[in-house]
């Protein structure tokens, strides 16, 4: 019985380590891209180049459709660090969303979202990758993103979650939970003025925290099913109606992992989907050219590649066995 018990323990504490080595080694990475972008900007003579432009405007997205352009006259690079400033306090922010999902992969009662984060991102990005494969064997093209400087390329997918975001998550959900709170009101109401503007400001930052000012179920409504399989939809339909390279593939893919970002929304709050955002475009374009700019840094390409697969084989695998166990505990103790 003793070695048994030992086998059993080591079977359950084992996963658990490399798990939580896995989420160490993947934050460890994140953490390093973000000197990886500033000095790509501010030490090379081509990210000097494009930083020193001036932007004179901003576009701004909501609603997926409705198009603004923000008038702005600061440089390319001030802009840039800018975002990643966001990014960090994103990041700082999201450190206090807990959540007992991932608590019995990592052993950690209510593991904190960062941590959860490379989990979550890898399975999306194994999922892009199985998507992409499967359609082009069909003759499905992907595509590609078609940018004419590789430091304007960086820029751009900096900015892209921020915009993206926005556009397809923060706006929509937004303007959603503002109609609940309407209806609220005219049932019998929140109390104070001030309720009310904190329950506004969070359901387009924190939807979770709007449901709990209101007095909703914390469980996704049908209705919130709805939307975020519409907006899903059309950020994935977005991505090749943007013309900015990508083929049809894109839509199904891009669909998928807009759905993934709009789960992360309603769980945890706007900055849990710009992170992940961050992550896709970001941090996996830092970890590619990198490497190019710096050839002492070659192997880090490979080791942001390897950290999203191992993450994203975790995570699908642990997300597989919570559904078994759900499944096997409706059928009954016995037969479970």
């Known amino acids: 019985m003793g070695i048994r018990a030992d086998f059993e323990r080591a079977l359950i504490v084992a996963p658990r380590i490399a798990a939580r080595g896995i989420a ?11 000197p990886i972008g500033m000095a790509a900007f501010l030490l090379t003579e081509g990210g000097r180049a494009i930083g020193e432009r001036i ?5 701004i997205e909501l609603f997926g459709a409705l198009s603004l352009r923000i008038p702005l006259a600061a440089r390319v690079r001030t802009v840039f660090l800018g975002l990643l400033a966001i990014y960090a306090i994103c990041f700082i922010a999201a450190w206090f969303r807990a959540d007992a999902l991932g608590s019995g992969l990592l052993g950690i009662e209510r593991p904190r979202f960062p941590i959860l ?6 399975a999306l990005f194994l999922a892009a990758v199985a998507i992409h494969f499967l359609q082009e064997a069909q003759g499905i093209p992907t595509g590609s993103l078609r940018v004419e400087d590789e430091f304007i390329e960086l820029f751009s997918l900096a900015y892209a979650p921020l915009m993206e975001e926005l556009s397809y998550r923060i706006s929509p959900f937004g303007a959603y939970f503002a109609l609940r709170l309407l209806l609220v009101a005219r049932e019998g109401g929140l109390g104070p003025a001030p309720s009310y503007f904190k329950a506004l400001a969070s ?3 924190d939807p979770p925290g709007a ?36 083929g049809p593939g894109k839509i199904t893919s891009a669909a998928i992992v807009g759905l993934g970002l709009g789960l992360a929304h309603l769980k945890y709050g706007a900055p849990a989907p710009i992170l992940l955002h ?13 490497p190019r700019i710096w050839p002492q840094l070659s192997i880090l390409g490979g080791l942001c590649e390897l950290s999203a697969l191992s993450a994203g084989l975790v995570g699908l695998g642990y997300g597989a066995f919570r559904a078994l166990d759900r499944a096997l505990g409706r059928l009954g103790p016995a037969k479970a």
Do not use: Q
């Open 203 to 205: 359901g387009f930052l």
């Open 55 to 59: 932007l004179r405007a901003i576009p």
């Open 211 to 246: 449901k709990r000012a209101m007095g909703l179920p914390g469980d996704i409504s049908v209705a919130e099913w709805a939307l975020l399989f519409a907006t899903s939809a059309w950020f994935g339909l977005g991505h090749y109606l943007s013309g900015s390279g990508w």
């Open 117 to 122: 984060m490379p989990f979550m991102a890898g």
């Open 278 to 290: 961050w992550f896709f475009n970001y941090h996996m374009k830092a970890c590619e050219m990198a």
């Open 24 to 34: 160490i080694a993947s934050l460890a990475l994140y953490a390093l891209s973000f």
